[in-house]
């Protein structure tokens, strides 16, 4: 009796945690489009800002959405040369070395973990030791740092849960530990890893604590890695702080903005990770 009361309880927390998470999600999303979509207009997404924009006056956000998306592409692909190496090993060079494996499991879920504060910090001691001013690149520094234990992690997920005999059965026929790597072990694990590229890319799209102290801000759309960039997140933080009206309606439609590129990015991981399913090994 006390085992069916127990459960009972358990079943209704986590029904109300269901819930809960629903409503404050809803009230999240309806608070963004009720405030930001009668003021997201084709000029705002089509145009540089202006003289006086951000007191009003005309021009739009194309320099963040541009910088946001150079931002972002950057990091990830410094990243993924980074983490998809070090996931192969981990998987592959180190698999029956369990004791390191599982450190750098740790020490990756540690970093993971880390605010991206830090990572801002951090980053823009970089800058200050290698002499770097606020840029393109150092902004894609950062939060290449910021999502490198996200996408190896994720990688790492996949790569680990495929079946031992498929890579003993791969080397028993010869193949080398690279041919292993290429041919089984990534094909294997192909729609999971484009979909931690995919989380990365929107992790990285997202934040703005990293970015803070790195790339600066600039009203023109970077034309090269050394310029100053603008991103979404950080004019949703600037407009935010102004006592103007029309301008803190303009921050709630670039957090719309923002939330609908995430949301493609979800949808587009979601595409692609079950149209590469079909490379698995069966």
Known sequence: MWKKIEAQIFHGLMVLSVISLGVILFLIIFSIVYRGLPHLTWELVSQTPQGGFYIGRDGGLLNAIIGSLYLSAGAVILALMLSLPLAIAMNIHYRKNKKLVNSIRFVLDLLWGMPAIVYGAFGFTLMIFFGIKASLLAGIITIGLFILPILTRSMDEVMKNVPITLLEAAFSMGSTKAEVSF???????????????????????????????????????PTSLTHQTATLPLAVFFQLGSPIEQVQNRAFATALLLTIIILLVSLASRYFGNRFKKSIIK
């Open 183 to 221: 041919r089984v072990l990534i094909r294997q694990t192909l729609p999971g890893i484009v979909t931690a590229v995919l989380l990365g890319f929107g992790r990285g799209i997202g934040d703005v604590a990293a970015v803070l102290f790195t790339t600066g801000f600039s009203d023109n759309i």
